[in-house]
């Protein structure tokens, strides 16, 4: 068996994986997500893709120190959407990396940053930027959290950056942290996208998720995508063997109803009803 690994990771030339794992529980057990960010490095300017946890920020911060020796500078940041999650570092690293500037839907960020707005550009489905050798494009995101949501896509490894999609757990106990989803040969991908849905995508339980998985197998031949780098999931390197299993995922969480809680024992235990008779 393969141990657990240290981030950051490269996924694919010049794609780095950063980040630290979140306990989450449910259905009694302790899980572990990510809220993953990335790097994507071109030959004139490197982009930051997503922000992490506010809790990661300072782990964030040390990983991207360890890699930007002789990097070119971080220019761009794009976050697929404004949760917490996703959006939680985004003060912090504007500050750390003075010529970023922030990419994506830009709704609200100048309610909190409004001395960061001169450094906000909006983009939406098909704009691209220009990295030097590798061109990064919003794509289409099929499956979203908010309205306001965009995925992403590296012209030349051909790597999707899909946020909320592709979104599950994984065994902290089977050292699964750190490893691509095709090294974490004991993870129920089916079980732990179920976790995820009742946890962060609840709206998939009342949809037909076939049409939200066919139009996913439509984007992925469109871009003919060869690694995921999905936010909350493991790194995907093999996407003919995992891809499958995600679907079946999506499907298994959104037909079967909610499994309960967060599973403090004190609040799982059946709640004692008391009934006023009427005389
Ligand atoms: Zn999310
Ligand atoms: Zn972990």
């Known amino acids: ?20 794992c979140l306990e989450q529980r449910a259905n009694g057990k302790i899980y572990h997500t990510y809220n993953a960010a990335f790097l994507l490095v071109g030959n004139d300017a490197s982009m930051i893709i997503e922000t992490g946890h506010p809790k990661d920020f300072p782990k964030i911060e040390q990983q991207l120190a360890t890699l930007k020796k002789g990097l070119p500078p971080v220019k761009y940041l794009f976050v697929t959407h404004q949760e917490t999650p996703h959006a939680g570092g985004l003060g912090r690293i504007l500050h750390r990396f003075p010529e970023a500037v922030l990419c994506g839907d830009i709704s609200d960020y100048h309610w909190a940053f409004p001395q960061y707005v001169h450094r906000m550009k909006s983009l939406r489905e098909g704009d691209e930027l220009d990295l030097g ?23 030349k490894e051909r790597v999707l950056f899909p946020g909320d999609g592709f979104a599950y757990s ?26 995820f849905a009742d946890r962060a995508l609840f709206w998939t339980k009342f949809t037909d998720m076939n049409l939200y998985v066919n139009r996913l197998q439509y984007l992925m031949d469109k871009y003919d995508v060869q690694f995921i780098a999905p936010t909350h999931g493991l790194p995907i390197l093999n996407p003919k063997v995992t891809l499958p299993k995600i679907k079946e995922g999506l499907l298994f969480g959104s037909s079967v109803p909610e499994s309960g809680t967060e599973s403090d024992p004190i609040h799982t235990k059946p709640k004692k009803v008391f009934v006023k008779e009427d005389d």
């Not at 981030?7 to 630290?20: N, Q």
């Not at 794509?139 to 306001?148: A, Y």
């Not at 699964?176 to 090294?183: K, Q, S, V, Y």
Request: hydrophobic share 40%.
């Open 133 to 155: 050798g590798r061109k990064f494009v919003v794509v289409e995101p099929v499956i979203r959290d908010l309205r306001t949501t965009w995925w992403g896509f590296d012209t």
């Open 1 to 20: 068996m393969i141990g657990p690994k240290e981030l950051p990771r490269e996924i694919a030339p010049g794609v780095f994986w950063l980040g630290d």
């Open 170 to 195: 994984h065994y902290h106990e089977d050292g699964h942290c750190g490893l691509f989803a095709e090294e974490a040969i004991s993870l129920d991908i089916p079980e732990v996208s179920a976790v």
